[in-house]
């Protein structure tokens, strides 16, 4: 049956909704990235290498928007181009879940229902388990529990089973986040911890405009400059594919209301842009080698 955290009561599905959004870097390189999301955040450290995103939930509470549509949107927008994978855990009404975004593949996740009966694919878990390197024989194991039929172990319970496996990797959220929760006491949690900060939103056109100079400036990522590999025709098609698929991914979002997904288009705008001036400013840049002097 469902629990009181997760009322059967679809008018109650706003209130009921919440997420947290998971990356694996330290909150100064994701910070820059979340203010592209344009979406009141708390950030915080949860573990080392690990940060905790506590989204103020505009989208579901006041838009009418799923909420696993929406922070799954957010998580491929945290990751893509990015060196770290973006984990979103979200709720409603009637389902709880999980959703990994890694760099510019597919996003993959899994769903329970609010009794925690499963209604993911298997394969999921293990890819899922593959893309954060977990163990591939103890890990995986504890996902495919996950997996299993258990009475009494509702949807809250799941998510909190997942992020037990997940302390393995050095996930620690800090105390007051427990899915289930609704996001003003999410948000309340995470903001009381004197290490969080607060992130506000950009509009799109500021966010297209930033992207290519926090690129450039190398802050997307833990490591001193992006790692972008060396150039070569390659990765000149793969920037102009970029650019190609993050236009109609801004304005697919816009017009399904979806910022999460609009936020992904324009980072993949903005790295596609910074990778072809990159490589603009190196071709100008070549010179022929001075002749040496002298007859």
Not at 68 to 83: E, F
Not at 194 to 212: D, F, K, Q, S
Not at 270 to 290: C, F, I, Q, Y
Request: one cysteine or more; aromatic letters at 6%; a positive charge.
């Amino acid at each position: 049956m469902p629990t009181d955290k997760f009322p059967a009561d679809p008018s109650h599905a706003s209130a009921a909704a919440g997420a947290l959004l998971i990356c694996r870097a330290r909150p100064d390189s994701v910070a820059p990235v979340a203010r592209l999301l344009r979406e009141p955040l708390v950030l915080a450290p949860a573990g080392d290498d690990w940060t905790v995103l506590v989204p103020e939930g505009r989208p579901w509470r006041h838009g009418g928007e799923p909420v696993d549509r929406v922070v799954t949107g957010w998580a491929a927008a945290l990751a893509v181009g990015a060196p770290w994978p973006a984990l979103a855990l979200w709720w409603d009404a009637d389902r709880a879940g999980f959703a990994l975004a890694s760099g510019f593949r597919r996003p993959v996740g899994y769903i329970w229902l609010a009794d925690g009966t499963p209604a993911g694919e298997d394969e999921a878990l293990r890819t899922f388990a593959a893309r954060l390197g977990l163990d591939p024989v103890l890990d995986v194991q504890s996902l495919e529990g996950l997996a299993v039929p258990a009475p009494g172990t509702d949807a809250r319970a799941r998510l909190r089973g997942l992020l037990a496996l997940l302390s393995r990797a050095g996930v620690g959220l800090p105390p007051g986040l427990d899915p289930g929760e609704s996001a003003d006491r999410l948000r309340e949690a995470a903001g009381a911890r004197p290490e969080a900060r607060r992130v506000e939103p950009r509009g799109l056109r500021e966010t297209v405009r930033a992207v290519p100079d926090t690129v450039h400036d190398g802050r997307l990522g833990s490591r001193a400059r992006w790692p972008l590999p060396p150039w070569t025709g390659g990765v000149r098609a793969a920037a102009f594919a970029q650019v190609a698929a993050g236009l109609p991914l801004i304005l697919w979002g816009l017009r399904r209301r979806d910022g999460g997904w609009a936020a992904a288009g324009a980072l993949l705008l903005g790295h596609g842009a910074s990778s072809l001036a990159k490589d603009a400013d190196r071709v100008a840049n070549r010179r022929v080698p001075a002749s040496r002097g002298g007859t």
